[in-house]
């Protein structure tokens, strides 16, 4: 099953994740996997730690999911194993995962960012 999707139709107008459960969960989903595609070059794809949502015969699939970045700058998140859990995501650039992940800070620089 291919979903197409644009995170910015899901995000309020600070680029915030949604608070409603449900959609929180699919968020979230779609910004791992911008996470790990965001500073991909583009034709160069990466296993993620991000498991497969398909069940083919009624089986939880194994698989991992695998992102790839596009010549159009469009990233695709795929499985391997079963073939069956795919999506393309575009619009993904000024998103807060575009960068790929935060940079580490140190323990005590903490109560500073509140």
């Known amino acids: 099953m291919l979903l197409i999707v644009d995170p910015n139709h899901w995000l309020?107008?600070?680029?915030?994740?949604?608070?409603?459960?449900?959609?929180?969960?699919?968020v979230l989903r779609v910004a791992r996997f911008i996470e790990y595609g965001g500073p991909l070059p583009e034709g160069s794809l990466r296993e993620t730690l991000v498991e497969c949502n398909r069940r083919p015969h009624r089986k939880a699939c194994p698989g991992l999911m695998w992102v790839r970045k596009e010549p159009d700058d469009s990233i695709v998140a795929f499985c391997m194993i079963c073939k069956q859990d795919e999506m393309v995501i575009h619009?993904?650039?000024?998103?807060?995962?575009?960068?790929?992940?935060m940079e580490p800070i140190l323990e005590r620089e903490l109560p500073a960012l509140h």
């Open 12 to 26: 309020d107008a600070d680029g915030n994740l949604p608070e409603e459960p449900r959609l929180r969960r699919r």
């Open 91 to 101: 619009s993904w650039q000024e998103t807060l995962w575009a960068e790929g992940m």
